[in-house]
């Protein structure tokens, strides 16, 4: 009886440190968009595979940094950000998650589904404040990927003149 206490305990606490991490926030890692630089990830993570991505617990990892110029008037935040930063992270988890799980307030994410296209039966949730979203199946709820796309904050502080 206690093993089968202990198993259930020991699942459970799983599904909920899994669920922890993958919360509203605006970091992997300590990876921050439009602020770590390349050079930073691969200080963390080390280098992308032959595919350039990464395979971790959490899942699979792609990571795109902004590469070129803008203009010179935009104020975009993903423009304001230096060139050689993190623009985005999107985790694809390695394990079962589903969107209910989550216990997401409908007032702070947005909900959208993503009509037409390659992948059909698709909803978003998002929210700009931390600048996260999940993909998530309209089928059975299950959390097809995460994007971390930097916080309404850290775009603000972009704009912002140094004080140095």
């Known amino acids: 009886m206690n093993k089968v206490l202990s198993w259930k305990f020991c699942l459970l606490l799983m599904l909920s440190v899994s669920a922890v991490s993958i919360n509203a926030q605006d970091t992997f890692r300590g990876i921050i968009p439009f602020v770590t630089t390349q050079l930073e990830v691969e200080q963390k993570l080390g280098k992308p595979n032959e595919y350039g991505r990464y395979e971790l617990d959490e899942g699979r990892v792609y990571i795109l940094y902004r590469q ?14 230096p060139i050689g930063t993190v623009l985005s992270i999107e985790l694809q988890p390695k394990y079962d998650k589903y969107i209910k799980d989550l216990n997401l307030d409908p007032g702070i994410w947005e909900r959208a589904e993503v009509k037409g296209g390659d992948v059909p039966g698709i909803e978003v949730y998002t929210n700009h404040k931390p600048g996260m979203t999940y993909e998530v199946s309209a089928d059975d709820g299950w959390i097809r990927s995460i994007r971390y796309s930097g ?12 004080s140095q």
């Open 151 to 162: 916080s309404a904050e850290t775009c603000k502080n972009l704009g912002k003149p140094s």
């Open 68 to 81: 070129t110029e803008c203009e010179k008037t935009s104020k975009r935040c993903l423009c304001l950000a």
